[in-house]
């Protein structure tokens, strides 16, 4: 599967309707951007069960500036329209390929409860 091009108008419904997807917040002008996309749609291909959407952050400033990108390339994993996972750098094939096989092994219930506790305390967003 390729990629697919996340804009403001179709982020939030393929968020909702796929419980897991992977993003690429990138720039046609940023050089790690260029060296990551191949291994990101290498993963892609890989990993046709899942979604992998890219985030042009020239084209897209509303919604790099919505999840507050400061670094590009930034990859983000939502599951069950839950962040789980963002950091900004490019990774290696063999540390993406590790990363989507530990998002995949979440208990979801879990993360949720833990992101539940988190909000209701007080001052814990750090």
């Known amino acids: ?3 697919l091009e996340l804009t403001k108008e179709n982020f939030n419904e393929t968020v909702e309707k796929n419980g897991f997807v992977l ?3 990138w720039a046609s002008w940023c050089g790690p951007c260029r060296q990551f996309g191949p291994v990101y749609q290498k993963a892609a291909e890989g990993n046709p069960d899942l979604v992998f959407g890219k985030v042009d952050t020239e084209a897209q400033q509303e919604l790099a500036a ?6 590009i390339p930034t990859l983000m994993i939502i599951r069950d329209r839950t962040v789980v996972f963002s950091q900004p750098g490019a990774l290696p094939a063999p540390a993406l390929d590790d990363l989507i096989k530990q998002a995949r092994a979440l208990d979801m219930d879990e993360v949720r409860r833990e992101v539940a506790e988190q909000q209701a305390q007080p001052g814990a967003a750090e």
Not at 66 to 71: D, K, L, P, Q, T
């Open 1 to 3: 599967m390729s990629t």
């Open 23 to 25: 993003i690429d917040f």
């Open 66 to 71: 919505a999840f507050e990108i400061r670094s």
